[in-house]
């Protein structure tokens, strides 16, 4: 396989007053074609640092990412916005609904800027929510809320979903049914996924899993049979 997004000998370090903290220490990661993988560490280990810059949400202290032929790290703001919005899904701990739109008009914000969308109605049926259309945020339970952040992520058809602690503000039974609808995503859609969490079982549902302590990669490896979400157990 192909890697779509890889990133080389990537270095972040942010400036606390007088200190130097180096979020990662020289990591290399790719994400493959319509694979899902999942990102496993401890708090501060890294992960959204990482994601975020092969996000093109923030930039590498040291390092190069590259999406495909185009180097993102040579990327000017307008070319970082246009990968943002056309290429890359994104989907937080924190729903970010905006509390006066209902799930089909949250979910429009995004169709309404994309090239070649699903329709509002059709990404929040892939997600379970094909009756909830209409509902405002404060309506719906935690779980209904993450399902229509999914929806309004994968309507615009990123090539690229990248979730960080999705299930992180939910109870158990809640996140299996949410990772459900990321595996479907991906399996259905064939949109290729990371997942970051620190809970070790969610691995388990990946293709491969990449863990990493202290800023570097500790491990890679390889699922050679994936589990299903509503087998996990934490």
């Given at each position: 396989?192909s ?11 942010y ?38 810059i092969?996000?093109?949400l923030d ?26 919005r ?11 609904l ?9 979910v ?7 090239d ?15 009756e909830r ?22 309507a615009?058809?990123p ?5 960080d602690?999705p299930?992180?503000?939910l ?32 691995a ?15 491990s ?15």
């Open positions: 396989m890697a779509i997004l890889e990133a080389r000998a990537i270095t972040k370090i400036r606390m007053g007088e200190v130097d903290v180096h979020a990662l220490r020289g990591v290399d990661a790719s994400l493959y074609e319509s694979e899902f993988m999942v990102l496993l560490g401890a708090s501060g280990s890294g992960k959204s640092t990482l994601l975020n092969m996000g093109g930039v590498p202290t040291m390092g190069r990412v590259f999406y495909g032929d185009m180097e993102l790290t040579d990327a000017d703001e307008d070319e970082l916005t246009e990968f943002r056309q290429s890359v899904g994104f989907v937080f701990q924190f729903y970010n905006i509390p006066s739109l209902t799930a089909r008009e949250n429009a914000l995004v169709t309404e800027i994309a070649d969308p699903l329709e509002p109605a059709e990404a929040l049926d892939l997600v379970g929510l094909g259309l209409d509902h405002f945020p404060a309506q719906l339970s935690g779980g209904e809320q993450q399902r229509v952040a999914i929806a309004r992520a994968v615009k058809r090539a690229v979903l990248l979730c602690e299930t992180g503000a109870d158990f039974k809640t996140g299996i049914l949410v990772l459900e609808v990321i595996a479907r995503v991906n399996r259905e859609l064939g949109t290729t996924t990371a997942v970051i969490t620190h809970n070790a079982p969610i388990s549902i990946a293709d491969r899993v990449i863990t990493l302590a202290d800023g570097q990669v500790h890679e490896v390889h699922n050679e049979s994936k589990a299903q979400p509503e087998e996990l157990r934490w």
